[in-house]
C-alpha cells in the first residue's frame, strides 16, 4: 500500500471537509427548492471514501455505488462544479442536467453511478469486474452498497458468480445502521453482515469505517488479492450517517443523544487531531484549509446558479438518433 504520510493526512482532512461542506451546501440549497427530488447525504461516512481512494489506482479502477453518490465522483477526479450542477439540474452538469441527485456518472474518472434501484448497482458491479477480466485488464471495481440493499437477492446472485468466476470486485457494504429507517438488528438475526461472504467462502470481514487509515489497509488487502487474479472480497464498512437517510427523514427511529456520540468519533477530527498531534500542521494551517474549502463551495454554488437550463430539444437528444427520427425537429 502507499504509504500514509502527512501529506496523506493533510489530503484526507481537505477532502473529507470538503466532502461534507459540499453535502451541507447541497442542504442548504434544497431547503430554497434549488434542487429537487430526492437528496441523500454521505455525512459521516467520509472515511470510506478517502480511505479506499487511497488504496486504488485511479488510472483504471472503478466504482459504483447507491444512490448516496455525490462525493465519490469528486474524489475520483470529477470537477465538482459539474457534480453540483448537476444536482440544480443544469447543463453543465456530469450528465447535462438529466440525471439529477441519485444518477451522478463520470465515466472519464472510472465511476459508473448513482443507482436509484435499491441494490440494483451490486450485480452491475460485478459486471463491471467481469468486463476488465474479459478483456485482459487488471482493473479492480470497487461496488458499494448500504446496509439496507445487503438484503436484497441480487447480493446473493451476485456473490456465487463474482466467486464462481473469480472476479475482481470488492464487494462494499457502507453499513450506517437503519437502512431507510430500520435498525440493522430488525433485518436479521444477526448483525453482523460481514458474515454473508463466509456462505461463499468469499474473503470477508468488519472494517472501523470512521478511521480512514483501517479503510485503506483493508481496501488495499482486497485490490491486490483481486488483481492477483484470486476473485472479490466483501468488506462491511462500520459507519454512521449524521443525516437522515434523505432530506425528508424525521429521525424518529433514533435518538439526538445517539448521534452526538458517534459524533465523537467523526472521521475528520481523528484526522485533525492526529495532524495536530503529529506536528503535520498548525492551527493556522488548519485554518487555511478550512478557508479554501469554503471558497471551493461556494465557487461550485456559482456555477450551477449561472448555469444555463438544458434546451427542450435535449429531451430527444439523449433518447434518439436524430438521422433516425427525422420527422423530430
Request: negative net charge; charged residues 25%.
Amino acid at each position: 500500500m502507499k504509504k500514509i504520510t502527512k501529506e496523506t493526512y493533510l489530503a484526507w482532512y481537505k477532502d473529507m471537509l470538503f466532502w461534507r461542506k459540499f453535502e451541507d451546501k447541497l442542504a442548504s440549497v434544497y431547503i430554497q427548492q434549488k434542487v429537487r427530488g430526492f437528496l441523500h447525504l454521505y455525512n459521516g461516512q467520509e472515511a470510506i471514501l478517502a480511505g479506499a481512494i487511497h488504496a486504488m489506482d485511479l488510472s483504471k479502477d472503478k466504482m459504483i455505488t447507491a444512490y448516496r453518490n455525490h462525493v465519490q465522483p469528486i474524489g475520483m477526479g470529477e470537477d465538482p462544479k459539474k457534480v453540483m450542477a448537476e444536482l440544480y439540474g443544469k447543463a453543465t452538469g456530469t450528465s447535462k442536467g438529466m440525471g439529477g441527485s441519485m444518477h451522478i456518472f463520470s465515466k472519464e474518472f472510472g465511476f459508473y453511478g448513482g443507482h436509484g434501484i435499491v441494490g440494483g448497482q451490486i450485480p452491475l458491479g460485478a459486471g463491471i469486474a467481469f468486463a476488465d477480466k474479459y478483456k485482459g485488464s487488471d482493473g479492480v471495481t470497487l461496488c458499494c452498497f448500504g446496509d439496507g440493499a445487503a438484503r436484497q437477492g441480487s447480493l446473493h446472485e451476485a456473490f456465487n458468480l463474482a466467486m464462481l468466476w473469480k472476479l475482481p470486485v470488492i464487494f462494499i457494504c457502507e453499513n450506517n445502521g437503519y437502512a431507510m429507517g430500520t435498525s440493522v438488528e430488525r433485518t436479521a438475526n444477526h448483525p453482523d453482515i460481514w458474515k454473508l461472504g463466509l456462505g461463499y467462502e468469499m474473503p470477508c470481514g468488519p472494517v472501523d469505517a470512521m478511521n480512514p487509515v483501517k479503510v485503506a489497509e483493508a481496501v488495499d488487502e482486497a485490490i491486490e488479492r483481486a488483481r492477483r487474479g484470486d476473485g472479490p472480497t466483501f468488506l462491511e464498512m462500520k459507519t454512521y450517517r449524521y443525516r437522515g437517510h434523505s432530506m425528508s427523514d424525521a429521525q424518529h427511529y433514533r435518538t439526538k443523544e445517539e448521534v452526538e456520540e458517534y459524533k465523537k468519533i467523526d472521521p475528520i477530527t481523528q484526522v485533525k487531531d492526529i495532524i495536530l498531534e503529529k506536528g503535520y500542521g498548525t492551527e493556522e494551517d488548519i485554518t487555511a484549509l478550512d478557508k479554501e474549502v469554503k471558497k471551493m463551495v461556494k465557487e461550485c454554488e456559482k456555477f450551477a446558479e449561472e448555469s444555463p437550463w438544458p434546451e427542450p430539444q435535449q429531451l430527444y437528444d439523449v433518447v434518439y438518433e436524430q438521422e433516425d427520427y427525422p420527422f423530430i425537429s
